[in-house]
């Protein structure tokens, strides 16, 4: 097999007639690999499967969605199993053990296609934009077939007929950001929810964090095309759509006509049919009253707001470049609660920063303990090369980090299970979302502070939103049963 590795650098933006151009040319691909897959179903008596294994966040979910959407429009079907004719490692690379895990997995995958030659394995993702991380899969995982990262993912269809059609092993990655992928065909896991890029990228640059090297700068989409987008989804059955940045804050802000999130918000409760609204993430540096506002007085708008905190210290929260400070952070959530008293707040923290003490981590838990979590996602810090962070000295003692870690799970965990107590009797909205694997006979779903609710039904109730009544809390979650199963004799 030859390989073809390119990589595309750095350059000025593309005019717009070009993109119309480029996407053309996905297009005429995406033909032809329906050809590639007819033969290919000939040859072999069935029709060939996919398998996409996502890891990290909200993004990269809607991303494996758009490799499905491709995936299933040449006519692959999509299987549960890694056991596929093609695979794709969708990656995460925010810390440092989802690489490890990534490369674990390869080798055992490895014994896999030794069976199976016939067998693409692709991997892309935030970790493909990482260039050393390129050449380590170039050189040492002869066996992946195809590699790209977030940049290209529109050209997805070209680098797929290259490797299917033209038999040769495609390397393309690509420095430059652009916004193609919007075009694509989409499968979606669940019918009836959906996330909706908003803005692509980050500039806040925290000083942990890698994203804004692998994703690129922040770049809004046109309130219009969300809008439509959003329009075209409920027609398609969807009823909750959750609008996604980075720092959804600062969407619009660039636009030729800039649009606030709070008015782009305000607008995407206008659209019949659609029922909710979530959004991820707002940075609490930059959270306007206007989008409290809309919260507060949009029924459709869910109640719960992710805040993350990442450390209760100001001084380490300086040290992140994170813009707001203890005092500030509780001061924004005492004025969201005001106004929506019933707000469930989730957070992400990270433990044993760069020159964390004690002093410093006891500020994290005296947050956690004023603002009452519903959940927190806690994370140990990672070092990632090319960030600032990674150059600071004293980095954390790892026995430290992992007492901290231990003792601010504690303290999440008992906050957590009392906000999870606090609608015990009421009857609440669901939106129904699967059949319980556990528990026959019983389906789950979520409230609009997004906690989950198990409760009797059937697989008919999936994707309906309905009124049940939370009748036993079981710390993060809730059993219940539907109103109209309540008989008064
Ligand atoms: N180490 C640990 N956690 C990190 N996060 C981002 N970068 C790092 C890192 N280097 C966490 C932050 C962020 C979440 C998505 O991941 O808490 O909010
Ligand atoms: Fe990373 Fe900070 Fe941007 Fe979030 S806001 S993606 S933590 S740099």
Redesign the pocket.
Known sequence: MSEMERTRTAGTSIPPAVREDERTRQQLFLEELKTCIEQRKQETGRTPSFHITTMG?QMNARDSEKLAGVLTEIGAEETETEEADILLFNTCT??ENANQKLYGHLGQIKHFKNDHPDMLIGICGCMMQEADEVVRVRTSYRFVDLVFGTHNLWRFPELLYSCLAEKHRVIDTEERADDYADHMPVKRKLSFKSGVNITYGCNNFCT????PYVRGRERSREPEDILAEIRALVKDGVKEVMLLGQNVNSYGKTLEIPVSFADLLRRTCRIGGLERIRFM?PHPKDLSDDLIEVMRTEPKVCRHIHL?L?SGSSRILERMNRHYTKESYLALVRRIRDKIPEIAVTT???VGFPGETEEDFQDTLDVVREVGYQAA?T??????TG?PAADFPDQADPEEVADRMKRLIDLVQSFASKAADRDTGKTLPVLVEEVNGQKEGYVSGRLSNNLMVHFPGDASLVGQIVDVELTESRGFYYMGRRRDQIWVI
């Open positions: 966040c925010v810390r942990y964090c890698i994203v993430t993350p990442q992400d923290i990270i996602f994370f140990i810090y990672s070092k990632r960030t």
